[in-house]
């Protein structure tokens, strides 16, 4: 079992930033990679990021590649997602997701535990 818990949305200007943070607790969290997801309104929940059980290896989503930076740290059972340059299509509920293995994963079904989300609002 795996309990996340996101923080760190709210309202920014277009062009701002926003770090997320996602903490872990229950299984080890060196041991199983971790990924970003959103939802906009009406819309499916896609996938944002990833990051491998290490730290080493990450993959982003086309449109955020450049401007988000998906980071961990083990020793606080942490990841974190840091946003700049938003915009307001960027605008959508954000869920951290742990991973089933230690490789990353952009599909939906490799992730075994979500969070509840956090808001993320840019306006123009």
């Known amino acids: 079992q795996v309990q996340l818990v996101e923080s760190g949305g709210g309202l920014v200007q277009a062009g701002g930033s926003l770090r997320l943070s996602c903490a872990a607790s229950g299984r080890t969290f060196s041991t199983y990679a971790m990924g970003w997801f959103r939802q906009a309104p009406g819309k499916e929940r896609v996938f944002v990021a990833t990051?491998?059980?290490?730290?080493?290896?990450?993959y982003y989503e086309d449109s955020v590649k450049g401007r988000f930076t998906i980071s961990r740290d083990n020793a606080k059972n942490t990841v974190y997602l840091q946003m700049n340059s938003l915009k307001p299509e960027d605008t959508a509920l954000y869920y951290c997701a742990a991973g089933r293995r230690a490789t990353i994963a952009i599909v939906h079904g490799e992730y075994d535990y979500w969070g509840q989300g956090t808001q993320v609002t840019v306006s123009s």
């Open positions: 990051i491998d059980s290490t730290g080493y290896v990450r």
